[in-house]
């Protein structure tokens, strides 16, 4: 293994030095937190500095040498062990923009100019205690389209995680805001009450619109949050955060398309030349790679070549968001894929759900099921060492509410029907199992299937059947749910109340469950 680290280092400083510029500076350890390179101050070797394309690792003194332009984000690739500087929202600032003329003119403005370049651009870390088992929590699109949307966020799950202990960090996983980029302020002060450092993934939603080519519509994002991909170690992991949404359409020229450009495929090449193969990836991005509605969302060129590229890391998971619906996938040999070990993607349920819609709970906030029949979340990416857990929070209720029932309440005895059980775990996947049983009889299994929620698609119903307008917006329209259950309702039981019992055992190994009840009736006529 520690020929395989040294092989990676070499292709890591084997940077091109053909360009015309280059930014130089030390990366090192701020014992007094001053925020100021002191005589005292020793610097980091073998830290890991990009400009958004090449990476390049600090020499024995901490110092980093990297070409520059006139349109390019310095930073540092977090260590192992080591605290970024934050600023007042808990958002890194290790990181310098050198736009020497700013953003070019949109209408939500980008980076003011910057000026000449610092002869010494320099990026302090503190010394930290970091554990290879830690816990990350996980949003969706928080997605506000105006101020309330954001006190609806505050409310509900800022609200619910505000000081959470036992969490490292945390993932917004794009579409921070909703096309007004005047909210990503207002967004930042919310999520700095949750009390911990975050970082932040680029969605459509948080484009400038009004540009024509692609390199220039993170302008807004990136006078708020830096770079728009980049990546840090904590652990024995390794994070890569990607802007994967190319605008306009490079087919159509207009809307965009899930993608990534040259550049970016370049940075993820040389960044992980500078990581052992050992080490649990995980990518964060908007746009899922896979999409379960048939849609070629994302391009396959793109995504084939990612691919390729983390074809010799054993440990790969994907984070997504964008869908407003929450789906796993298996990316293996029997998706076409050349590697031993598959991998995973998560598609996060958006924390604003069904975009702050729906009926309005004891709380005054919007239900905002998601259009699967998931409820609105968040949730956790648990890490020991090189390995992962995924758990899912619904607001409001106990850790261990994963699975929702829909059932009849009465059947007639004895007689058949059409009417079923259906189990709809939320972070239910194709390798999960479920059983369910009667009462203390036998388990039996259930069917995975891919159709309606019934359970939201009577909650649509019941708003269209609704005589006088209520507070809040109409929920969506139902989509296919992929992590749903399916089983016969037994009515040749004793007349009276039943107890259903289910059982999910996930692909971690683990065992959940949800009960209900209903009641056979003696239906005499």
Not at 38 to 49: E, L
Not at 231 to 254: A, C, E, M, Q, R
């Amino acid at each position: 293994m520690k020929k395989l680290v040294y092989i990676g280092i070499f292709m890591c400083a084997a940077i091109s030095m053909s360009a015309q510029s280059f930014v130089t500076g030390y990366v090192y350890e701020d014992t007094d937190r001053n925020g100021k390179r002191d005589k005292k101050d020793r610097g980091i070797a073998q830290v890991a500095v990009s400009n958004g394309v090449e990476v390049s690792l600090t020499d024995a003194l901490g110092k980093y040498r990297l070409p520059i332009d006139s349109d390019r984000i310095v930073f540092v690739i977090k260590p192992a062990g080591y605290q970024l500087a934050l600023d007042e929202f808990n958002l890194s600032r290790s990181y310098y923009i050198h736009k020497p003329a700013g953003s070019p003119d949109s209408f939500y403005k980008g980076v003011k100019p910057t000026g000449p370049l610092p002869s010494s651009v320099d990026f302090a870390l503190y010394k930290y205690d970091e554990t290879e088992s830690f816990t990350a929590l996980l949003f969706g699109d928080t997605q506000p389209y105006n101020e309330q949307e954001v006190k609806y966020l505050t409310k509900g799950i800022v609200s619910e995680t505000r000081n959470i202990q036992g969490v490292s960090f945390g993932i917004t996983l794009g579409d921070l805001v909703g096309d007004r980029l005047d909210l990503h302020l207002p967004y930042k002060q919310a999520i700095k009450q949750i009390g911990i450092p975050w970082y932040n993934v680029m969605g459509n939603h948080d484009m400038n619109y009004d540009v024509e080519e692609d390199r220039f519509s993170d302008e807004t994002f990136e006078a708020h949050f830096g770079p728009n991909n980049y990546s840090f170690n904590y652990g024995k992991v390794h994070f890569i955060v990607l802007d994967d949404i190319l605008y306009p359409h490079p087919l159509t020229g207009k809307g965009y398309w899930g993608g990534l450009r040259n550049d970016q495929l370049a940075f993820v090449r040389n960044d992980l030349a500078c990581v052992p193969h050992d080490r649990l990836i995980i990518v964060s991005m908007h746009i899922p790679l896979i999409d379960s509605e048939g849609e070629e969302a994302f391009r396959d060129a793109d995504r084939q070549e990612l691919y390729k590229i983390l074809k010799d890391y054993p440990n790969v998971l994907f984070l997504s968001a964008h869908t407003h619906v929450q789906m796993q996938h298996i990316i293996g040999k029997k998706q076409g894929v050349d590697r031993e070990k598959p991998i995973y993607e998560y598609n996060v349920g958006a924390t604003c759900g069904d975009w702050y819609s729906g009926i309005w709970n004891e709380n005054g906030l919007p239900v905002s099921t998601m259009r699967d029949g998931t409820p609105v979340g968040y949730a956790f990416l648990k890490i020991d060492g090189n390995q992962y857990v995924l758990d899912y929070k619904t607001l409001g209720k106990p850790d261990d509410y994963q699975i929702a029932l829909y059932h009849p309440k009465t059947v007639p005895f004895k007689h058949a029907t059409s009417a079923s059980i259906y189990a709809n775990f939320f972070m239910g996947s194709p390798e999960d199992t479920l059983e369910y049983r009667i009462d203390d009889g036998a388990w039996m299994k259930m069917q995975r299937i891919e159709e309606f929620d019934p359970a939201y698609y009577r909650y649509v119903q019941d708003w269209d059947y609704l005589e006088h307008l209520v507070p809040g917006r109409r929920p969506s329209n139902p989509v296919v749910c992929t992590h749903l259950w399916k089983s016969r309702i037994l009515t040749a039981l004793p007349v009276g109340e039943h107890r259903i019992e289910v059982r999910a055992k996930d692909r971690f190994k683990r065992i959940h469950t949800a009960t209900s009840v209903y009641k056979i009736e003696d239906l005499k006529y």
